[in-house]
């Protein structure tokens, strides 16, 4: 069992930045994709952005493209998500998630990881 603990959330106003960060208690951490979803008050949770195990092949949703960076520490079993020019519309509980695939992509599909966080709330507004 993997568990996944995010932290960095908080209340930001617009346009400002905030960085997650997600620790994993795998020691295998360095092999696995990782992936960032969220889900705001009263709609679905959506995919935010991935990584490979390698951090070379980073995804993004359109959403956020340009704004977020997804990014690994591998000796650090620490994912984050680099959130820059924040909008109203980027308020949700955002949760880290990994799939147990060596050396496999990050996946746009939530169905695809094996393990979850508990999540960290961020909110925008003035």
């Known amino acids: 069992q993997v568990q996944l603990v995010e932290s960095g959330g908080g209340l930001v106003q617009p346009e400002g930045s905030l960085r997650l960060s997600c620790v994993a208690s795998t020691r295998a951490f360095s092999k696995f994709p990782l992936g960032w979803f969220r889900r705001a008050e009263g709609k679905e949770r959506e995919f935010v952005a991935a990584i490979n195990w390698s951090g070379s092949r980073p995804l993004y949703a359109d959403s956020v493209s340009g704004r977020f960076t997804i990014s690994r520490d591998n000796p650090k079993n620490t994912v984050y998500l680099q959130m820059d020019s924040l909008k109203t519309e980027d308020s949700a509980i955002y949760f880290c998630?990994?799939?147990?695939?060596?050396?496999?992509?990050?996946?746009?599909?939530?169905?695809?990881?094996?393990?979850w966080g508990q999540g960290t709330q961020v909110t925008v507004s003035s």
């Open positions: 998630a990994l799939i147990e695939l060596s050396y496999g992509l990050g996946s746009r599909n939530s169905n695809e990881y094996d393990f």
